[in-house]
């Protein structure tokens, strides 16, 4: 990726107020996807504006999908050429949920190439299950030069399991759903995940005209239909950046308003809060959230849906940097997601990796420095350590924030946060192009 800005940030100030979430990132893209499926125009309201976003825009470009957006964040795909079935590398690589095109291109166009996404920071990410669960539809798949090669001549219903030893695969789920839809006779789709985001997909299906049964549950019941309409459907909030604020206003000890969220879709953290010893008051669509203390600590262990997200699992790490005692994370999601215990210690955080669990002994401060960022969460949980640390913190890479996160500076300026976007220096300029050189996959 290449790196345009870095974050500066005086931290210590208290965020209050109120702020406005955006519409979600992991269930924008799965639908975005999802539009190749349709005879008609999908209008996507509440799509947030992120580099992820445009990225995906591009690859349905390739792909004969037309984008227009509006200002007040709607999308409308509609296909104009159904001929292309091949994602490239150079733009899978960029972000990984360009591989939720496959099961679409399958079921729609009865062919797709789509190029295996590769490592990234956070871990392994192997993709067994959608192929898996694309094969049982009565897909061939055959791996060659690093692409996958699909073709079916009709797709046909199956039950399907779609775990592996980490449990569901939210991607995977999505890709094996968009093909089930349009497969002739019923599919029976067991440990489905279960997250908001997958919820959301199925509901923008059904308005496509599809049959699902089960949404939100565990077990999706398709009954394939011959075709897909055109749709209007509005995202949800994102329950991953309302995550994260409330973390920032927990670790600098403020009090604020996170609004435009579906509490549902937080209750983990909203218990994990009030265990620390925040103060959160729910309401129809907020969180008030409060620290007048330093919190207590608490045991993190991210998992799948209704856990703990392992997208906001580095921001409690830098959170629980300030709490009154040990705490410890683990993330049985990613189990090595901890790029960002280092750069936490720059910020004076005491973490110590101990199989796999990172024990976090609670400083009374953390102390601002240079830091680098090595993915989107990573970036946000350095954010929220620079919040709370003494002094200036200069995030460097901070250009992982826009994949995944709306104007989250501008957002936490609004909160009393002082934040600013500075051009990177030498030294990162130089980091980038070696990055750049070495084809590094985020
Ligand atoms: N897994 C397999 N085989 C597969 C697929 C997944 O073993 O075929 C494993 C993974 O290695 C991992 C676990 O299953 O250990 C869960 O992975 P999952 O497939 O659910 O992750 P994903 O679909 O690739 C989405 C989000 C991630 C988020 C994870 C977990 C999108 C676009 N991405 O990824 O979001 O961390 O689910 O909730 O929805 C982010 O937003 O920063 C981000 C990384």
């Known amino acids: 990726m290449r790196h345009h800005w870095q974050l500066h940030i005086i931290g210590g100030r208290r965020l209050c107020g109120t702020v406005e979430v955006s519409g979600s990132k992991n269930a924008a893209l799965p639908m975005m996807a999802a539009a190749i499926l349709a005879e008609g125009p999908v209008r996507l309201e509440q799509v947030p504006a992120l580099a992820d976003v445009d990225t995906l825009t591009l690859v349905l470009a390739e792909l004969g999908v037309a984008a227009e957006r509006s200002s007040q964040g709607n999308l409308v795909l509609e296909t104009i050429d159904a001929e292309p079935v091949r994602a490239s590398y150079e733009l899978v690589r960029r972000m990984r949920a360009s591989f939720c095109v496959l099961g679409p291109l399958l079921a729609r166009r009865g062919r797709a190439v789509v190029s295996l996404p590769g490592g990234c920071n956070i871990g392994p990410r192997p993709v067994d299950l959608h192929l898996k669960g694309l094969a049982a539809l009565g897909a061939e798949i055959e791996i060659r030069h690093g692409y996958v090669h699909a073709r079916a001549n009709g797709l046909r219903g199956a039950t399907i399991r779609l775990s592996g030893l980490r449990g569901s695969t939210v991607t995977g789920t999505a890709n094996v759903l968009c093909a089930a839809v349009l497969a002739r006779g019923e599919t029976v789709l067991l440990d489905a995940a279960q997250e908001p985001e997958i919820a959301d997909l199925a509901r923008l299906l059904i308005a496509m005209g599809a049959r699902i049964d089960g949404v939100g549950t565990a077990t999706l019941r398709v009954r394939g239909v011959d075709r897909l309409e055109g749709a209007t459907h509005r995202v949800i909030p994102d329950r991953i950046e309302a995550a994260t ?7 600098t000890r403020g009090c604020a308003t996170i609004a435009g969220v579906v509490p549902e879709h937080l209750e983990a953290v909203v218990a994990k809060l009030r265990q620390a010893g925040c103060d959160v008051e729910v309401g129809e669509d907020c969180l008030a959230v409060e620290a007048t203390r330093r919190l207590e600590p608490v045991e993190i262990v991210a998992r799948p849906c209704p856990g703990i997200p392992s997208d906001i699992q580095a921001q409690w790490m830098a959170t629980l940097a300030l709490a009154r005692g040990q705490s410890r994370v683990t993330d049985r999601v990613f189990p090595g997601r901890f790029t960002h215990v280092a750069e936490l210690h720059r910020l004076g955080a005491r973490i110590e990796m101990i199989d796999g669990t990172a024990v976090i002994t609670g400083m009374e401060r953390l102390s601002g420095a240079r830091v680098v960022a090595s993915d989107l969460r990573a970036s946000a949980a350095l954010v929220v350590g620079g919040l709370a640390a003494e002094g200036e913190t200069i995030v460097a890479q901070a250009d992982h924030l826009d994949r995944g996160y709306q104007q989250l500076d501008a957002k936490v300026a609004r909160l009393g ?8 220096s030498d030294e990162e300029q130089c980091e980038s192009v070696r990055e ?7």
């Open 245 to 251: 604020m409330a973390l920032a206003v927990a670790a």
């Open 417 to 424: 946060g002082v934040v600013r976007r500075g051009p990177i």
């Open 436 to 442: 750049r050189e070495q084809g590094c996959a985020s």
